[in-house]
DNA sequence: TATAAATAGGATAAATTTATCCTATTTAAA
DNA sequence: TTTAAATAGGATAAATTTATCCTATTTATA
């Protein structure tokens, strides 16, 4: 569905996320060893979610990565996907056409059209905060 | 969503099905001409689909990819995916973790499988019969 | 101001997916 | 029985994604 980079850099935002909360800035040897991912790689994706602005970076010594906590609650889901998968899971056809739609649908269209909207709604409706605090009371994990 | 390969084999079986209520076979290079496809990659893809049942194939002089007229309606887009991309789309967590079920979850499985239910409950009830006859009335398109 | 700790980013490699090409095998029909 | 038309399948190449490594740059602090 996502990618291998996405679905490390949701795992990665949310134990961002989980950090900021105490004030504690996070290195990617930290994150990696802690969602279980190759480091250098996860290093990549942190960059471009610095570029995107989703999560914040903090050069030089005491530095690392962090979310303002007063944004926490307004990162999504989808905010994560777009930027590192791009928009063609919510607009893209489902069969692959390069022009696909109401005028001229390929034959999986309107079904689909349905569960890609309930999958953006979803992601639109789902905030980093919602998903610390569920893995901060112990109900949710980000290994194994 | 899919990978390539299998948006190709959901188009080839529709196009085939289309062709075999008319009683015709049909070859690799009218099918990637007719869906917009690599020829040889395509080819592959059918080959998948007969081991797995999905389509015929008659080899020989007058031979080529069919589908029996009274299975058109029995066979599934799951069955399509299945072959192709194996179940981890109805299977495999969100977020790529190797184990991730109710007993020990990531932070989005509740609303993750809510979505992936919806999408198994559309792929399992859509058949090859009725997607031909919606773009043998013209209603849907193949390509562009 | 020097040093150590940290991210940024370029170059490259490995793995996987997508795609092509060629030959073998099968089969209907002349 | 020969021939031509068709799928099967192996080998390989191209493209993309995933992953690693090394150096440059930035910054707090001794």
Redesign the interface.
């Known amino acids: 569905?996502?990618s291998?980079a996405c679905?490390?850099g949701?795992?990665a935002s949310?134990f961002i996320a989980l950090n900021s909360f105490e004030g504690k800035r996070v290195n990617p040897k930290e994150i990696a060893s802690e969602i279980d991912s190759p480091v250098a790689f996860t290093a990549k994706i942190l960059q471009a979610l610095v570029k995107h602005k989703v999560i914040n970076s903090v050069k030089g010594a005491h530095g690392g990565f962090e979310i303002e906590k007063n944004k926490i609650n307004s990162i999504k889901?989808s905010d994560i996907v777009d930027a590192i998968d791009g928009n063609t899971?919510y607009e893209?056809c489902?069969?692959?056409?390069?022009?696909c739609d109401e005028a001229?649908?390929?034959?999986?269209?309107d079904?689909?059209k349905?569960?890609?909207d309930?999958?953006k709604t979803?992601l639109e409706s789902?905030n980093l905060e919602t998903?610390?605090l569920?893995?901060k009371g112990g109900?949710?994990?980000?290994?194994?």
């Open positions: 569905m996502f291998k679905e490390y949701i795992r949310i889901l899971i893209g489902g069969l692959g056409l390069k022009a001229r649908p390929c034959p999986m269209h079904k689909f349905t569960v890609r309930e999958l979803m789902t998903l610390a569920d893995m109900d949710t994990f980000l290994k194994r």
